[in-house]
């Protein structure tokens, strides 16, 4: 087994005078750009890489001997949701012990910002259950200059770049209610989202599955893809239906970036639903099309056959008219209950076996919910599937969270293999020891990349390790305007990984997801260590990443 050690003692110096503060020497590089793997020592002075290649251990103060192990940009996770985690464990340590250095967050809508006078932290908060994990943190914050003072204020052990959330964006200017947006009230958005996007967020993020931003319509999100457009920023597309009107909201997405002009990033593309399966070919070819006509668009996935998230999602959309608390009203009648039933198991793409219940406030019973199947919990309950479902989500007041399965590792493959791919994990910077470290989350949020390096470039051959690393790291920090990231090279910030190429793997799994990742060896940040033998330091040398005009970040 290689492992990392620290060669300091091993060659005495013979160098009048160190210019190099870190020299991680004798790994293999894979420098992020897509080409082949070198043999190479990479020089660290302050926050920068300043040398690759043959350099001499004398030139510096602290070597770190890894032969055998690959050297690696830091990943930069395109699609994540640490927005309050980061906040409640600013180490977010299942991420950065996974290689993650910098985080794009607020996708699928999901933002905490903005929001408007008008709008009730509490409320609001409800229907963000996936992501608001610590009910502890106080959001003391309206705009997205407001939130990101707050990261900054804080500290964090990786760098943030923030989406800004279109579902707080159209809570503020239109309420919770089912209909469509008046011309007022599309100008009213599209001012907030011009003033995020001035305040710094790299983007807009939208997610039409999650009322109410699943009411808006397609000229609605024009309008906004228009000034995304002027700002040179992105416009991620959390689609209206993964299931079977997949290819017609891949066509949605797609002509908002051709109507508006705007970048587009689509989000975990995949289809749910035996039923369905091959689908995601189709929509790769119709992205193909559409980018072959212009328009910048690209996707992003997770090497995982499940999806997680609020069990409310797998409702009608109808039944979240008014917010929260009218759901549950509507629960509360007889009538209404019996036909959100019977909408619910007729609409469902999943097995009910395939459908885990693994967080959200679920009151006295957690203990006997966690981790089951719904058909287990109507199995126990004597009462058919859809309505154990129902009492789920009624007793957590509707933040209950689910793992869901029904995914084709066939799309899967098609979807990592295709060049407009890039690697997002869907997760969030959790702490198990932390507030943040309760009920059972997705294994995403610990094993991600591990999994993509070990399960599927090693074992599987799905892809080579250089288009992978590729994909979770200069292609992301291109893609998002990311400037001096996900690259090694002189000049470039020294955000790096080191892991065992025969060893990276992703211990978590769905019915023990809090593991951290094995085979992980050092992470650097800025130039700092913040993994060392796969040990987490307590280093917050993370940066906030404001989008500046055109379209870059600092």
């Avoid at 897509?34 to 251990?57: E, K, N, S, T, Y």
């Avoid at 967050?105 to 409320?123: H, K, Q, R, T, Y």
């Avoid at 892991?499 to 990742?517: E, H, K, L, S, W």
Wanted: include cysteine.
């Amino acid at each position: 087994m290689t492992s990392l050690h620290d060669g300091n003692d091993a060659v005495p110096g013979t160098h009048p005078g160190p210019s190099l503060d870190l020299l991680i020497a004798g790994g293999t590089v894979v420098d992020g750009s897509g080409g082949p793997p070198r043999r190479a020592d990479v020089g660290i002075a302050g926050d920068r890489i300043v040398a690759v290649g043959d350099l001499p251990r004398s030139a510096a103060s602290r070597v770190l001997d890894v032969p055998g192990l690959v050297v690696a940009p830091g990943f930069v996770d395109s699609h994540g949701h640490s927005d309050v985690a980061v906040l409640s464990s600013p180490r977010v340590p299942s991420k950065i012990r996974q290689g993650i250095t910098t985080e794009v967050m607020g996708n699928c809508g999901l933002g905490v910002a903005p929001f408007g006078v008008s709008v009730d932290p509490g409320e609001l908060r409800a229907l963000l259950s996936i992501v608001d994990v610590d009910p502890g943190v106080e959001w003391r914050w309206r705009t997205v200059a407001e939130y990101l003072g707050v990261v900054e204020e804080r500290g964090s052990a990786f760098n943030v770049a923030m989406l800004a959330g279109n579902l707080p964006i159209r809570a503020s200017c239109c309420g919770y209610g089912d209909r469509p947006a008046t011309a007022t009230e599309v100008a009213r958005m599209q001012e907030m989202t011009d003033q995020a996007l001035s305040d710094g967020a790299v983007g807009l993020s939208c997610g039409l599955m999650y009322p109410p931003n699943a009411y808006a319509g397609t000229d609605e999100l024009v309008a906004l893809g228009e000034v995304v457009a002027r700002h040179g920023a992105m416009f991620a597309f959390h689609l209206r239906d993964y299931g079977d009107q997949l290819l017609e909201s891949v066509d949605e997405a797609l002509a908002v970036a051709e109507r508006s002009g705007c970048r587009v990033q689509i989000s975990h593309l995949t289809v749910l639903g035996e039923r369905n399966w091959g689908k995601v070919s189709a929509a790769l070819k119709r992205i193909d099309a559409v980018a072959a006509r212009g328009a910048d668009v690209a996707v992003d996935c997770y090497p995982y056959l499940a999806g997680s998230t609020n069990m409310t999602q797998m409702l009608p959309r109808w039944t979240l008219d008014g917010g929260n608390d009218a759901l549950l009203e509507r629960l509360g009648n007889p009538g209404e209950r019996r036909r959100i039933g019977a909408e619910l198991e007729a609409g469902r793409l999943q097995d009910w076996n395939g459908v885990l219940v693994v967080g959200g406030s679920l009151g006295a019973t957690a203990d006997d919910l966690m981790g089951r199947s719904v058909a287990d919990i109507a199995a126990a309950r004597g009462v058919p599937p859809a309505e154990a479902f129902l009492q789920v989500v009624e007793q957590s007041a509707g933040s209950a969270v689910m793992v869901a399965f029904g995914r084709s590792e066939q799309d899967l493959r098609a979807v990592l293999a295709h060049p407009r791919s890039m690697i997002g994990s869907d997760g969030l910077g959790l702490d198990p020891d932390g507030p943040s470290g309760g009920g059972m989350p997705h294994p995403r949020s610990y094993g991600c990349y591990p999994r993509l390096l070990g399960r599927y470039v090693r074992d599987l051959g799905a892809l080579s390790l250089e288009a992978a690393v590729h994909k979770a790291t200069f292609q992301v920090a291109e893609r998002f305007g990311i400037p001096d990231r996900g690259l090694i090279a002189p000049g470039w910030i020294a955000d790096l990984v080191v892991f065992d190429p025969a060893r990276i793997t992703d211990p978590a799994t769905f019915t023990d997801p809090q593991q951290m990742a094995v085979g992980v060896e050092a992470v650097t940040v800025s130039g700092r260590l913040a993994v060392e033998r796969g040990t987490q330091s307590g280093e917050l040398a993370g940066v906030v990443l404001r989008r500046r005009t055109g379209g870059q970040a600092i």
